[in-house]
C-alpha cells in the first residue's frame, strides 16, 4: 500500500509504506511533529492515544495526508512491534549530511561535547546515546562510516525517545581523517576502557568531540590515534566495564559540567 505526499499545488508523487521510518511513542512523535512535520506521511494511534494524537492529526489533516484510529493488534502490525506506545507515525527518511571537518558545522562546533559514534552496532545503543546526548544539551551526533555502525532506524529512534529529532546527524566515512580535520577547534577525546585521564582531567576550555567504539572491540588503534586525549571511567567497585550507553552518558554528563 502507498500513500500520497502531496500538496493542492506540488506534483503529486507516491510513497511506499516500506519505504518509510516508524516513530513509535508519544515522545518520539512529538519529537518527530516538532523537528519535521512535512515528512510525516502517515499517523496512526489507538483510542485511548485520541488526545494526544489529536494536534498530530490536525497537522496531518492541513497536509491532507492520512492519519487513523486503530486497535493496539493491528497498530502491532504498523510499527512491527509491541512497544508502540499507542502512537505511531511513518515519515520519510532523515538525511545524514557528510561532516565537513575543514568547517564544522554549528552544532558540532559549539557545543560542549558531541558524541561520536565509531561501529557501535546495536541501534538500541545508538538510540539511548542520542536521548541521553539531548537530555545533557549536546546539538550533534556524528556517525561513522565502519560497516558496523548501526544507522537511524526504527529500533534507534524508538529508544531515542525523540533524542534523535532534536540533534543534528552527521556522517564521516572516514573518521580518523575527520577527526585530525577537527583539530585544533575541537578536542577530539577517545573513551577507553583503561589508560585513559579521568574526565576531571579533559580541559573545559573548548569544544568536545567524545569517541565511542564499538560494544565488543572498542574503537580501533586507528581511531584511538587520531584523538588528542583519552579518557577512562574508573570502576569503583569489581565490575570493570559499562555498557556504551551508559558510560556515554556518564561521560557526557561528566564532560558537559562546568
Known amino acids: 500500500p502507498g500513500c500520497v505526499a502531496s500538496a493542492p499545488d506540488r506534483p503529486r508523487r507516491v510513497v511506499t509504506q516500506s519505504h518509510l521510518d516508524r516513530h513509535c511513542g508519544t515522545a518520539a512523535v512529538a519529537a518527530?511533529?516538532?523537528?519535521?512535520?512535512?515528512?510525516?506521511?502517515?499517523?496512526?494511534?489507538?483510542?485511548?492515544?485520541?488526545?494526544?494524537?489529536g494536534p498530530h492529526c490536525a497537522i496531518m489533516a492541513r497536509q491532507r495526508r492520512p492519519y487513523r484510529e486503530v486497535s493496539a493488534a493491528d497498530l502491532a502490525r504498523v510499527a512491527a512491534t509491541q512497544h508502540h506506545g499507542g502512537l505511531v507515525a511513518l515519515a520519510l527518511p532523515r538525511p545524514v549530511p557528510a561532516l565537513d571537518p575543514r568547517n564544522?558545522?554549528?552544532?558540532?562546533?559549539?557545543?560542549?561535547?558531541?558524541?561520536?559514534?565509531?561501529?557501535?552496532?546495536?541501534?538500541?545503543?545508538?538510540?539511548?546515546?542520542?536521548?541521553?546526548?539531548?537530555f545533557f544539551g549536546c546539538r550533534a551526533l556524528v556517525l561513522s562510516g565502519d560497516p558496523r555502525q548501526a544507522g537511524l532506524s526504527d529500533a534507534a529512534f524508538r529508544t531515542a525517545e525523540g533524542g534523535l529529532e532534536v540533534l543534528d546527524v552527521f556522517r564521516a566515512e572516514d573518521l580518523?581523517?575527520?577527526?585530525?580535520?577537527?583539530?585544533?577547534?575541537?578536542?577530539?577525546?577517545?573513551?577507553?576502557?583503561?589508560?585513559?585521564?579521568?574526565?576531571?582531567?579533559?580541559?573545559?576550555?573548548?569544544?568536545?568531540a567524545l569517541v565511542l567504539g564499538n560494544e565488543e572491540d572498542?574503537?580501533?588503534?586507528?581511531?584511538?590515534?587520531?584523538?588528542?586525549?583519552?579518557?577512562?571511567?574508573?570502576?569503583?567497585?569489581?565490575?570493570?566495564?559499562?555498557?556504551?550507553?551508559?558510560a556515554a552518558a556518564v561521560l557526557i554528563h561528566a564532560l558537559s559540567a562546568s
Open 32 to 53: 518527530l511533529f516538532a523537528q519535521r512535520p512535512q515528512d510525516v506521511m502517515r499517523l496512526f494511534h489507538t483510542p485511548e492515544r485520541r488526545r494526544e494524537a
Open 218 to 246: 572498542g574503537l580501533t588503534s586507528a581511531t584511538v590515534s587520531a584523538c588528542a586525549m583519552r579518557v577512562t571511567l574508573p570502576p569503583a567497585g569489581p565490575v570493570e566495564s559499562l555498557n556504551v550507553s551508559v
Open 104 to 134: 564544522p558545522p554549528p552544532a558540532v562546533a559549539l557545543s560542549r561535547v558531541t558524541p561520536v559514534l565509531d561501529g557501535i552496532g546495536n541501534p538500541h545503543n545508538l538510540g539511548a546515546i542520542a536521548r541521553s546526548a539531548a
Open 176 to 208: 580518523s581523517r575527520a577527526l585530525r580535520g577537527l583539530a585544533p577547534r575541537i578536542l577530539t577525546v577517545a573513551a577507553v576502557a583503561r589508560g585513559g585521564v579521568p574526565p576531571a582531567q579533559i580541559p573545559r576550555d573548548t569544544a568536545i
